[in-house]
DNA sequence: CCCCATGTTCGACA
DNA sequence: GTGTCGAACATGGG
């Protein structure tokens, strides 16, 4: 489920229920998985009278700043959700931690628990904050980051390449073939045969994608136009809807993957790899 | 019962 | 050290 967008959208729904307001109250189902960063306790006082004071996203990542020492990272693995409850909400199945802001409940659901929740004790963000990369919506997602990723690993598909967090922060399952897609290139296409103007129709399209997708999904989790792969994707007998013949699905990087065969294409062989 | 799932991590191996 | 691949994680749905 969540990507870019979906986090994005996920995150606005505690940010508006929350943002500015007291942590009065917190519950942890210890020790479920997602929860394994708390070390297997959770101690009461670290949370009380906090004032949440940002609620940000990068990629998959969400960040809470709160008051005094105290940030909490959220990642929603593959099923997790963000949920905003009333104040006499009681958890239900698969809702393993809630905090309370003034009168609503924040709280996090995940059945199949990928997800993960970090709290971080210190005045300063942890590392892991400070370092993420270039977001792609950012100045410094640039066409020379993208050939940069390209040029050092040259040998993985561009299936694969897009699904790497440190480069393409946000990128998940779909976004990846709804890139390929636009962009004309074959999932298994060689990141090496990536170069010149595909370079730049790559580096656009990610642009595209990523802006589109925030602008439906993100906001009200409506889907994005029907000229796109989205739609059509996981439909038995879906259709390209730019050459109308039935897309295919096969394992790419390890990952289901749809695409239409005639549409795209590997392009040119790499110059260096001929023998 | 079988297979699949919008993600990440870790161990094995070249 | 580097890069790639498959399994594992836990649960639900078709």
Same mark, same amino acid.
């Given at each position: 489920m969540p990507e870019l967008a979906e986090v994005f959208y996920h995150a606005r729904t505690w940010r508006q229920a929350g943002l500015g307001g007291l942590l009065n109250e917190v519950r942890a189902h210890l020790p479920a998985r997602c929860l394994?960063?708390?070390?297997g306790q959770l101690d009461p006082a670290q949370w009380?009278?906090?004032?949440?004071?940002s609620v940000e996203t990068h990629g998959k990542q969400i960040m809470l700043q709160f008051s005094k020492k105290l940030w909490l990272g959220v990642h929603l693995g593959m099923t997790g959700r963000l949920l905003c409850a009333p104040a006499q909400w009681l958890p239900e199945r698969h809702q393993h931690f809630a905090i309370r802001i003034e009168t609503h409940w924040l709280v996090y659901e995940d059945s199949r628990q990928f997800g993960r929740l970090r709290p971080h004790f210190q005045e300063a963000p942890p590392d892991w904050w400070l370092a993420r990369p270039p977001g792609l919506l950012e100045a410094g997602f640039s066409r020379q980051r993208l050939a940069q990723a390209l040029a050092r690993h040259p040998r993985t598909t561009l299936k694969g390449l897009l699904l790497d967090q440190n480069y393409f @922060?946000?990128?998940?399952n779909w976004m990846a073939d709804e890139i390929l897609w636009q962009a004309r290139i074959?999932?298994?296409?060689?990141?090496?045969?990536?170069?010149g103007r595909r370079l730049s129709l790559l580096h656009q399209t990610i642009r595209q994608v990523a802006a589109g997708a925030l602008q439906t999904i993100g906001q009200d989790y409506r889907d994005p @136009?029907?000229?796109?792969l989205f739609t059509h994707r996981w439909r038995n007998g879906g259709l390209c809807p730019r050459t109308n013949a039935p897309l295919q699905r096969s394992t790419i990087a390890g990952r289901t993957t749809c695409f239409s065969p005639q549409w795209q294409i590997y392009g040119l062989p790499d110059p260096s790899q001929t023998v």
């Open positions: 394994r960063d708390f070390g009380q009278d906090q004032r949440l004071e @922060p946000g990128i998940g074959h999932p298994a296409c060689p990141a090496a045969r990536i170069q @136009p029907s000229d796109w």
